[in-house]
């Protein structure tokens, strides 16, 4: 649970906005979209890897 103290006097769209930023740091958008289906295990790694193909094909394109 994000707790997000607000100080005395604080704007309370500057505290949303923090609450926002915080939310999207720990990742619990992804996490409950990941869970709203079940992907078999398999599916999960082919993913990764071809996450990390793409990503290590945009390095090599930079480094060239």
Request: hydrophobic share 40%.
């Amino acid at each position: 649970m994000l707790i997000i103290p607000v100080k005395e006097g604080e704007n309370i769209d500057r505290a949303l906005k923090r609450f926002k930023r915080k939310f999207d740091r720990t990742g619990g958008m992804r996490q409950l979209r990941a869970r709203k289906h079940f992907a078999k295990p398999s599916v999960v790694r082919r993913a990764q890897i071809q996450k990390a193909q793409y990503i290590q094909g945009l390095r090599d394109a930079e480094n060239i």
